[in-house]
C-alpha cells in the first residue's frame, strides 16, 4: 500500500510547480519514564494528571505511535508538525525523553512543535520553559511565541496555547502579547506572498472541545486571522479529526484540520491514531492547491493504510 501512497504523493519539481508536503501528528502522549512521577508532585496538579493516565495508558500505545512515524518516515515530508501534548506530568524525565523522541524524526530544522497543555502541567509561565525542547519550536533566537520558519515559500508560525491551569481545567491562553506579534507577523508585508500555517495545540473553534479544555482568547485569535489572513491552520488536543473553517478577509475561508491522538488505539472515547499528509502545491500564477491524505490504523491489519483523501483548495 505504501507504493501507491508514495506514488499519488510522488514529489515532483519543475521551473514552475512548487510542492511542499507537511505531516501532521499530534498528541502522542510519550509513556512515562520511570521517575517521571516524584513524591513533591503529590501536592501538585501531577497527581490528577496521574490517576488520569491510568485510565487513559492502556489507549495511548508505543507501538502504535511507532507504526505511525515508520509511516511518515515512508512518506518523507519535507517537514513535520506535531501539535503538542509530548508528555503527560511535564515532568523534566518526561520532558527529556521527549526530547530524545523528537531527535529520532529527523533533522531538527524540518520538525516543529507547538507545545501542548500537558506539556505545560505546572510550573513556571517563563518564555524559556520550553528551553529542552528549542530546537524544534522555530528558527532564531527570539524565544517569544510565535515562532516562525520560512521554508520553500511557506511561513510555519508556531503558536504556544500551553499553560499552566487549576486542577481539572485544560484550557489554554496565547496572551495579548503573543497575540499582538501574530497580528504583526501576519500584517508584515514579508510574509504576505507565503503560503502561512499556523500551529496551535488548543483548537480555534468554538464548541470543539469542552469548555475547560477551550482556548480562553479564542475570540481574539480568530478575529486577528479575520483580519490579516492565514492559509490553513493545525491543532491537536481535540484527539479527533476535524476538518473546518473560519472566516477570513473579504469573506474567504481559512481551513482549519486536527488530527487525532498519533499513539490512540481507538478502544476509548476516541479515534484511532491518525496523521495526515498535507501536500500545498502552487503552479505559477494557478490558485494553490492543498492536498490531503488521512492516514491511520487498519482495525483489521493494526497496520498503518489510507483512511482517506480530500483537497482543501
Ligand atoms: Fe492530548
Ligand atoms: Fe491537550
Same mark, same amino acid.
Given at each position: 500500500m505504501i507504493s501507491s501512497f508514495a506514488s499519488f504523493m510522488a514529489k515532483k519539481r519543475d521551473s514552475d510547480l512548487s510542492i511542499f508536503r507537511i505531516a501532521h501528528l499530534s498528541d502522542p502522549h510519550l509513556p512515562p519514564p520511570?521517575?517521571?512521577? %516524584?513524591?513533591?508532585? +503529590?501536592?501538585?496538579k501531577r497527581l490528577l494528571s496521574r490517576i488520569a493516565w491510568r485510565r487513559k495508558q492502556k489507549e495511548h500505545q508505543p507501538w502504535v505511535l511507532a507504526a505511525l512515524i515508520a509511516d511518515i518516515k515512508a512518506y518523507a515530508p519535507d517537514h513535520i508538525a506535531i501539535t503538542g501534548d509530548?508528555?503527560?506530568?511535564?515532568s523534566a524525565v518526561e520532558i527529556e525523553a521527549a526530547r530524545q523522541w523528537l531527535s529520532g524524526l529527523g533533522a531538527t530544522d524540518s520538525v516543529t512543535l507547538s507545545p501542548g497543555n500537558h506539556d505545560a502541567l505546572v510550573g513556571a509561565r517563563t518564555p524559556d520553559r520550553f528551553a529542552v525542547w528549542s530546537a524544534w519550536l %522555530?528558527?532564531?533566537?527570539? +524565544? @517569544?511565541?510565535?515562532r516562525l520558519r520560512i521554508r520553500d515559500g511557506v511561513a510555519i508560525i508556531n503558536l504556544c496555547s500551553a499553560i499552566p491551569t487549576a486542577p481539572h481545567l485544560a484550557t489554554g491562553r496565547l496572551g495579548d502579547a503573543q497575540l499582538a506579534r501574530l497580528e504583526a507577523l501576519l500584517a508584515d508585508p514579508a510574509h504576505r506572498d507565503l503560503f502561512r500555517v499556523v500551529l496551535i495545540h488548543? =483548537? =480555534?473553534?468554538?464548541? @470543539?472541545?469542552s469548555r475547560r479544555k477551550s482556548l480562553e482568547d479564542l475570540d481574539a485569535l480568530r478575529a486577528i486571522l479575520t483580519r490579516q489572513s492565514a492559509d490553513l491552520v493545525l491543532h491537536g488536543h481535540a484527539h479527533e479529526s476535524l476538518v473546518a473553517a473560519l472566516p477570513g478577509p473579504s469573506g474567504l475561508a481559512i481551513p482549519v484540520l486536527g488530527v487525532p491522538s @498519533?499513539? @490512540?488505539? %481507538?478502544?476509548?472515547n476516541h479515534p484511532a491514531a491518525r496523521w495526515h499528509a498535507i501536500e500545498i502545491t502552487r503552479t505559477g500564477s494557478a490558485p494553490v492547491s492543498v492536498r490531503v491524505v488521512a492516514r491511520g490504523?487498519?482495525?483489521?491489519?493494526g497496520q498503518p493504510a489510507e483512511l482517506g483523501r480530500y483537497v482543501l483548495a
Amino acid at each position: 500500500m505504501i507504493s501507491s501512497f508514495a506514488s499519488f504523493m510522488a514529489k515532483k519539481r519543475d521551473s514552475d510547480l512548487s510542492i511542499f508536503r507537511i505531516a501532521h501528528l499530534s498528541d502522542p502522549h510519550l509513556p512515562p519514564p520511570p521517575g517521571a512521577f %516524584g513524591w513533591r508532585d +503529590i501536592v501538585s496538579k501531577r497527581l490528577l494528571s496521574r490517576i488520569a493516565w491510568r485510565r487513559k495508558q492502556k489507549e495511548h500505545q508505543p507501538w502504535v505511535l511507532a507504526a505511525l512515524i515508520a509511516d511518515i518516515k515512508a512518506y518523507a515530508p519535507d517537514h513535520i508538525a506535531i501539535t503538542g501534548d509530548l508528555t503527560n506530568f511535564a515532568s523534566a524525565v518526561e520532558i527529556e525523553a521527549a526530547r530524545q523522541w523528537l531527535s529520532g524524526l529527523g533533522a531538527t530544522d524540518s520538525v516543529t512543535l507547538s507545545p501542548g497543555n500537558h506539556d505545560a502541567l505546572v510550573g513556571a509561565r517563563t518564555p524559556d520553559r520550553f528551553a529542552v525542547w528549542s530546537a524544534w519550536l %522555530g528558527d532564531g533566537d527570539d +524565544i @517569544a511565541f510565535p515562532r516562525l520558519r520560512i521554508r520553500d515559500g511557506v511561513a510555519i508560525i508556531n503558536l504556544c496555547s500551553a499553560i499552566p491551569t487549576a486542577p481539572h481545567l485544560a484550557t489554554g491562553r496565547l496572551g495579548d502579547a503573543q497575540l499582538a506579534r501574530l497580528e504583526a507577523l501576519l500584517a508584515d508585508p514579508a510574509h504576505r506572498d507565503l503560503f502561512r500555517v499556523v500551529l496551535i495545540h488548543h =483548537p =480555534p473553534l468554538q464548541g @470543539a472541545v469542552s469548555r475547560r479544555k477551550s482556548l480562553e482568547d479564542l475570540d481574539a485569535l480568530r478575529a486577528i486571522l479575520t483580519r490579516q489572513s492565514a492559509d490553513l491552520v493545525l491543532h491537536g488536543h481535540a484527539h479527533e479529526s476535524l476538518v473546518a473553517a473560519l472566516p477570513g478577509p473579504s469573506g474567504l475561508a481559512i481551513p482549519v484540520l486536527g488530527v487525532p491522538s @498519533a499513539s @490512540a488505539l %481507538g478502544k476509548g472515547n476516541h479515534p484511532a491514531a491518525r496523521w495526515h499528509a498535507i501536500e500545498i502545491t502552487r503552479t505559477g500564477s494557478a490558485p494553490v492547491s492543498v492536498r490531503v491524505v488521512a492516514r491511520g490504523l487498519d482495525p483489521e491489519t493494526g497496520q498503518p493504510a489510507e483512511l482517506g483523501r480530500y483537497v482543501l483548495a
